[in-house]
């Protein structure tokens, strides 16, 4: 049992567990199965070694547990999978070393960052009086310990990072924001001349994602959360609109004889924001997820039993059977049907349930492109030629 743990063999496990092998035995470093299979990296019979009746926080002979063996290696997946099964985060070892300085040791950036948001002590002290800070001072790791914790939301103490507003109001207002800021850009270039209009129209642009990034969503760099933002849906939100309001009040008055193309780019509008509006507003195509653990349990000895358990077949995110032609989405988090990718544009996936709605939109967004600026094109030819 310990040599195909020690060796990552799921399916040698299985069979073992089956024919009543024991996990909990112990070699003479005090090594379980659980802790040899921690050190192979190998993310599935790891999964499958939780499900079965073993302590997630038993100790070795030097009261290392799972979690600081995963930490150390840098192995995010498995100190993911571990905490998600109630790994204990301030534990010490003999040295009195929690998860949190092993991973500081490694220098991984998302273990240590996984064990921040779960709850790790960023102020414990080892039998030398070091915190996890000074180790990665220490150790040349400050980098990775400061953009781990940048992208947990907290400033170089620890401290959480607020926010001016709350996160529905923050979605609310970035969604609205470009629609305001375009109408800045277009009376700046409006008003001034091109050559100081030009610059002065991008600054505000820059101006705008800055305040998105910095103030908005407090983060110092574009991230992931942006995307989770609708940031990118009200750009395309607030080109539409602008682009209707020119067309109504300065197109149609101008190239009232082109009333074929006039029609077209209505109905190419009509349908694009329709099927925009879908797009964003239906499931993709979510994964459903086992309801409760007995029936997780299940489903892993189901597929180890038919030696499917992999990640083609299951994913360790969502904790869930995959569907074929599904995939996880590290923006949404969550697995998605006939997956096709995440469009921060239409802010969700394209998946099984809106890949028509989405093409659709894509269509008659470029037909709707088509046909403004030939509209466009043949006023300015009217304005610069006029019929007398």
Not at 4 to 19: D, E
Not at 109 to 114: G, H, L, P, S
Not at 116 to 132: M, S, V
Not at 299 to 324: H, W, Y
């Amino acid at each position: 049992m310990q040599w195909a743990a020690r060796n990552g063999y799921l399916y040698v496990i299985q069979l073992l567990v089956a024919h009543g092998a024991d996990p909990t035995i112990t070699d003479s470093q005090g090594y379980n199965s659980l802790h040899l299979v921690t050190h192979s990296s190998s993310i599935m019979p790891l999964l499958y070694l939780l499900h079965q009746p073993i302590n997630v926080d038993s100790r070795d002979s030097q009261g290392h547990t799972s979690l600081m063996w995963a930490a150390y290696q840098g192995d995010a997946l498995s100190v993911d999978l571990l905490l998600r099964h109630g790994a204990n985060t301030n534990l010490k070892d003999d040295a009195g070393l929690t998860p949190l300085h092993w991973a500081v040791v490694r220098g991984n950036r998302v273990a240590i960052r996984r064990l921040i948001e779960k709850g790790a002590d960023l102020t414990a002290k080892d039998g030398e009086g070091r915190t996890p800070r000074d180790m990665a001072v220490e150790l040349k790791s400050l980098g990775a310990w400061k953009r781990a914790l940048e992208e947990g939301g907290m400033d170089e103490n620890g401290v959480k990072r607020g926010k001016p507003l709350s996160d529905r109001n923050t979605k609310i207002t970035i969604f609205i924001l470009p629609t305001i800021v375009f109408y800045l850009m277009f009376m700046t270039l409006t008003l001034l001349p091109w050559y100081t209009g030009i610059l002065l129209a991008v600054a505000e642009f820059f101006g705008m994602h800055h305040i998105v990034t910095r103030v908005l969503l407090n983060k110092s760099t574009y991230t992931d959360s942006v995307s989770q933002t609708p940031y990118f849906a009200g750009i395309i939100s607030g080109s539409i609109l602008w682009v209707l309001y020119c067309w109504f009040t300065r197109l149609v008055q101008q190239t009232q004889f082109h009333s074929l193309a006039h029609l077209m780019f209505a109905l190419s509008v009509g349908l694009c924001s329709y099927n925009f509006f879908r797009s964003i507003t239906l499931d993709p195509g979510t994964c459903p997820k086992p309801a409760s653990d007995e029936e997780l349990k299940s489903v892993i000895e189901d597929l180890a039993s038919e030696g499917r358990l992999n990640g083609q077949t299951f994913c360790i995110q969502c904790m869930a059977r995959k569907p074929l032609r599904s995939k996880h989405c590290r923006v949404c988090d969550k697995c998605i049907a006939r997956s096709d990718h995440h469009c921060p544009w239409v802010w969700n996936c394209v998946g099984s349930n809106n890949h028509r709605q989405f093409l659709l939109f894509v269509s008659t967004l470029v037909i709707g492109i088509g046909l403004f600026d030939y509209l466009t094109y043949a006023c300015t030819c009217r304005c610069s030629f006029p019929i007398s």
